[in-house]
């Protein structure tokens, strides 16, 4: 895993997941760069997030092939 700035990850592995979900919680909306292989991991992932995010009212979204942008409820746009 690479933070690339503040708010965006590089997750290749499950084991990655952490660093971008706790920004995430701190109220930052992240980006997600998914470079997971085989594609079952990476599957893993999505849900992950898209369940972080249902939790706690925020928004989980595919921006491009690879790309999440995960989105605090109380982030202002």
């Known amino acids: ?3 690339l700035d503040s708010n965006r990850f590089d997750v290749t592995s499950f084991e990655d997941v952490m660093p971008p979900a706790q ?3 701190d109220g930052n909306p992240t ?3 998914l470079i997971a292989e085989p594609k079952d991991v990476g599957r893993r992932i999505v849900d992950f997030f898209s369940g972080l995010a249902f939790g706690t ?3 989980f ?3 491009a092939e690879g ?3 995960i989105t605090p409820s ?3 746009d």
Request: no cysteine.
């Open 1 to 3: 895993m690479t933070s």
């Open 23 to 25: 920004s995430y919680k």
């Open 31 to 33: 980006i997600i760069n």
């Open 57 to 59: 009212e925020g928004t």
């Open 61 to 63: 979204e595919k921006v």
């Open 67 to 69: 790309i999440y942008l």
């Open 74 to 76: 109380d982030s202002s």
